[in-house]
């Protein structure tokens, strides 16, 4: 298991039915490993798909994206300002995921 001191720490919030993903959890810390590069929200996909993703990951990820139709903001700011999956996460972010599908 990684230090707990060693990473970048980040806030993980999901909304709109996407947290029924991830066992109904809405909001989780996590410190994400240190690797050679920095973490992207490209890099944090692969990691969320990996490690937090329960079920359906196509309701979440489609490539190496988020689905059409999840609104990702990073400390309160659309992605689309800042990058998207280029933006690099520092430490102490908080990237939401709000699914705006809704089944019926």
């Known amino acids: 298991m990684a230090d707990e001191n060693s990473g970048l720490r980040i806030t993980l919030e999901f909304g709109g039915g996407a947290e029924l993903l991830f066992n109904k959890i809405k909001k989780q810390q996590v410190t994400l490993p240190e690797k050679d590069k920095s973490w992207t929200i490209r890099s944090l996909l692969v990691w969320i798909k990996d490690n937090l993703l329960k079920e359906r990951p196509e309701l979440f990820i489609q490539g190496d994206n988020v689905r059409p139709g999840i609104l990702v903001l990073v400390n309160?700011?659309?992605?689309?300002l800042l990058g998207r999956l280029d933006y690099e996460l520092q430490e102490g972010d908080t990237i939401l995921f709000i699914s705006t599908l809704h089944g019926g």
Request: proline share 0%; no cysteine; hydrophobic share 40%.
């Open 76 to 80: 309160d700011a659309d992605w689309e």
